[in-house]
């Protein structure tokens, strides 16, 4: 049962015994005429019960007496105190101020300690100036066809510039669904992308996502923009270079931190409306999506998409985040390409009941992978997500792809609340899911909070 | 059961106003009266008999060393209720970083689970006992806050107005924190329950 399920509520007051009367007939009517209330009722009410059981302890001491010892040995050093604080030699306050500096000294040390010489940031610092250096940056002025030519043929932009973008919120697979999705998102709030061609992503756009200007390779300001979502194993976990994110043959994660995650999946929502993919959002993930003020991290599965698809898909999420007001400034954090870690690979497998990633990505031969970066484009990057196989060329004949995305919360505070397997959303999802079609892959996309 | 059942008898507010005069055996009576009851909530919090010891002990010490700062506003075992329960929180928060979630306290002064209280048929001492370990591991793995309401509520069987107070949080809170407590204790349990089952099978 969802954390914020009414029903919940209602059952818990019931059993505290903090309902007035015409609740507790409603609760009454509520457990005769639904089975999962009433399981609900009967498991909680026992755990009361075995609560309510544990006896109580023996008390160990007096503490009267005890208390009263330390007290009676406290009040003659306080009498010293007062007395040598009168004396002329002043030596407990030099000693005093002496600790206080020593403290503050040791403190700050600590800090910078913290923040400047031990090498977590390496990596994230190496991998940014890399992204950097080895691509030349896209400024809106010249061509965009030998940046990302598969860009231009995106299914996309094609839709948008066709102006063939009904109401896609019916392509939702959850009928019931829609009224709220629809009044989460409504059309005219949703991201107008220009059809012009210039939506193609600059170099920035999949390394960092709308996250302010800094300059390359300047350790100060960087380390400002660390997620601070990320632990300090998963830090660690970030491979040095982008030849080595590309060069593993495990599937690969795209980590997205976000001020406010939550608005970072309705862009999202928005985008995919646009974009006339099928997605399937968990209730629970549409709830946090709904509430603003209980902040949750998010899970994004896209199956069958292609590199050029996925940047173009986070392009128009850079341009949807520019757009709603979040400018350079950053709605998002840095992002990340990692090798999908497996405490997240067990964590969507806890809530999808199968390992989803289990065949993704998987390379045969290391020899189809570009290893030299330099002077490559940020579109090697996401073809890594695809394992390194070519993309498929998207022609006028070929039937427009949909990839189906699944949207699934979690909280890292409260490990209980989190998407579960048995959702409708999910089993719903499992049952539709079809085999991958060649040239596209899946893409693990995961919004973290982040502070800024 | 409220949270004080004695707090306005007559003596209390005279034993106040002589340990704020710095009477310390005055303030010891009051340690005497509060006591058991102070120590059974940190008790409950922590788990651990000689944590829960220090705990109050340290409690009762600011309590006495902050007494100026008592208005009576509220009541004498509110407050320092509140001053134990902040520092058992607190005391948990640090404790989950090095224990491990999963140790099953053991402990030899003989509390632990009753049979009767719970209502449950005797003949099934075995599950009872296989239960409580099981709910003493589960609170193991709840987050501070939610063990703290936990206790409060089912253990003690407080007020939510009474909580909300101790707690400094709006009664709103208190039943948000409440549900979702006891829907964590019951995955945490059901996840206990299954890899016990799937031990059992293989």
């Given amino acids: ?45 026992n755990d009361k019960k075995m609560l309510a059981g544990f006896s109580n302890p023996v008390l160990p001491v007096d503490f009267s007496r005890t208390v009263g010892l330390v007290l009676a040995q406290a009040k003659p050093q306080r009498v010293e105190i007062s007395r040598a604080q009168k004396s002329p030699v002043r030596t407990t306050f030099v000693t005093w101020n002496k600790a206080l500096a020593l403290s503050i000294i040791w403190l700050v040390g600590l800090a910078f300690l913290a923040y400047w010489i031990i090498p977590v940031r390496g990596p994230l610092v190496e991998l940014e100036s890399r ?29 948008v510039a066709n102006g063939a973008a009904p109401d896609v919120w019916s392509n939702w697979l959850m009928p019931e669904q829609e009224t709220r999705a629809a009044s989460i998102y409504p059309a005219e709030k949703a991201p107008q992308v220009e059809a012009s061609g210039q939506s193609v992503h600059g170099n920035n756009a999949v390394p960092v996502l709308g996250a302010p200007a800094v300059r390359r390779n300047n350790l100060e300001e960087l380390s400002l923009l660390l997620p601070a979502s990320l632990s300090w194993n998963e830090l660690s976990a970030v491979p040095k270079t982008m030849d080595a994110v590309i060069g593993q043959s495990g599937p690969v994660q795209i980590d997205l931190p976000s001020a406010d995650p939550n608005r970072a999946v309705e862009l999202l929502l928005g985008v995919l409306k646009e974009s006339r993919r099928s997605v399937m959002v ?32 986070l392009e128009s999420l850079r341009k949807a985040n520019e757009k709603q007001g979040f400018g350079k400034s950053g709605q998002f954090g840095p992002s990340l390409i990692v090798s999908s870690p497996d405490a997240m690979r067990k964590n969507l497998r806890a809530m999808v009941g199968q390992d989803l990633l289990a065949e993704t990505f998987v390379r045969t031969s290391k020899s189809v992978i570009p290893r030299d970066l330099e002077g490559e484009t940020a579109k090697q990057a996401l073809q890594a997500v695809e394992g390194g196989r070519p993309s498929r060329p998207s022609t006028a004949t070929t039937p427009p792809v949909q990839p189906t995305v699944l949207v699934l919360a979690y909280s890292p505070y409260y490990p209980a609340v989190k998407s579960q397997p048995q959702s409708a959303e999910v089993r719903k999802y499992l049952e539709s899911r079809a085999s991958g079609k060649p040239g596209a892959g899946r893409a693990l996309l995961v919004f973290r909070g982040w502070s800024q | 059961m409220g949270i004080a059942p004695d707090m306005d008898s007559p003596g209390e507010q005279e034993l106040l106003n002589r340990a704020r005069s710095g009477d310390a055996d005055s303030f010891c009576l009051l340690v005497a009266q509060h006591q058991s009851r102070l120590f059974t909530c940190v008790y409950r919090m922590l788990g651990h008999m000689e944590d829960a010891q220090d705990v109050v002990q340290e409690a009762f010490l600011n309590a006495y060393l902050s007494l100026s700062q008592f208005k009576g506003d509220a009541r004498f075992f509110t407050w320092i209720y509140r001053i134990a329960l902040n520092a058992a929180i607190s005391h948990r928060r640090k404790a989950m970083h090095r224990i491990n979630a999963r140790m099953i306290p053991i402990d030899e002064s003989g509390s632990g689970f009753d049979p009767q209280a719970a209502e449950i048929p005797a003949d099934a001492g075995l599950i009872f006992e296989d239960n409580s370990r099981q709910l003493h591991a589960a609170l193991d793995r709840l987050s501070p806050d939610h063990r703290a309401v936990l206790v409060m509520k089912d253990m003690e069987d407080m007020r939510y107005e009474s909580m909300a107070e101790i707690l400094e949080v709006p009664i709103g809170t208190i039943r948000s924190r409440l549900h979702r407590a006891r829907l964590e204790l019951r995955s945490i349990l059901e996840q206990e329950t299954d890899s016990g089952n799937r031990g059992e099978l293989s």
């Fill in chain 1, 1 to 45: 049962m969802n954390p914020n399920d009414p029903r919940l509520k209602l059952i818990t007051a019931g059993l505290d015994g903090e309902l007035p009367l015409l609740a507790r007939r409603r609760l009454k009517r509520l457990l005769r005429s639904d089975a999962e209330a009433l399981a609900m009722f009967v498991a909680l009410r």
């Fill in chain 1, 131 to 159: 992204v950097a250096e080895s691509t030349p940056r896209f400024d809106g002025n010249e061509s965009v066809q030998g940046l990302a030519p598969e860009l231009e043929t995106s299914e996309f932009p094609r839709v």
């Fill in chain 1, 282 to 313: 968990d209730g629970l993930a549409m709830d946090r999506v709904k509430r603003g003020n209980i902040r949750a991290h998010f899970m994004v599965l896209v199956e069958d998409v292609s590199s050029s698809q996925l940047g173009s898909l």
